[in-house]
């Protein structure tokens, strides 16, 4: 679902519209207070479908601003995005994720977050290094992509790429010592 915070300015009223698919569907007041009248003319000012705000922007323009809410990705979600584009990248087919991964995931995230001493920018970092340097492993490694296995064996895998280079260095350029 997307949102969009809608500033009438006059009233320095704020409320959230949500949009499923691009159609708008969700009403929230989130500052200031609305009247029976503004209540009964609110649908004038709301977009009905997500393509439509530009339209809406420029119609009211100085009087009501229309504002996306941009939503930060989790921790999680970098994680599993970056394993998702190297699983499909290295096996050309896309991956069966189920709860029993996303509980190994959560664990590799535990334990990366440990070794950058609770940074999350610098922990992705080395789980993307750790992605990239798979072709570096041991055959046996190469053929188990399943984030189950990585994590079970998450240790040998670090410590197979720390004797390769004995410091990782991620892509910012910050040096990561395994």
Same mark, same amino acid.
Request: hydrophobic share 35%; with cysteine; proline share 3%.
């Given at each position: ?9 006059? $009233? ?24 029976? $009248? ?106 188990? $992509? ?12 670090? #410590? ?5 280079? #004995? $410091? ?11």
């Amino acid at each position: 679902m997307n949102y969009l915070l809608i500033e009438i300015q006059k $009233t320095n009223t704020i409320i959230k519209a949500g949009y499923k698919l691009g159609v708008f569907c969700k009403l929230e007041k989130i500052k200031g207070k609305l009247n029976k $009248t503004q209540l009964k003319s609110i649908g004038q000012i709301i977009p009905a479908q997500e393509q439509d705000i530009p339209v809406y922007k420029k119609h009211f323009e100085n009087r009501i601003t229309y504002n996306p809410v941009i939503k930060q990705k989790t921790l999680l979600t970098q994680f599993l995005e970056a394993w998702l584009q190297f699983y499909e990248n290295y096996t050309q087919m896309p991956p069966k994720y189920t709860g029993a991964d996303c509980n190994a995931l959560k664990s590799i995230i535990s334990h990366l977050k440990k070794l950058t001493g609770g940074v999350d920018k610098e922990a992705v970092e080395l789980w993307r290094l750790v992605l990239d340097k798979w072709d570096t492993l041991s055959d046996f490694h190469k053929s188990n $992509t399943d984030l189950k296995y990585i994590n079970s064996k998450l240790n040998i895998i670090l #410590n197979a790429i720390k004797q390769q280079n #004995n $410091t990782v260095v991620g892509k910012s350029g910050s040096s990561i010592e395994l």
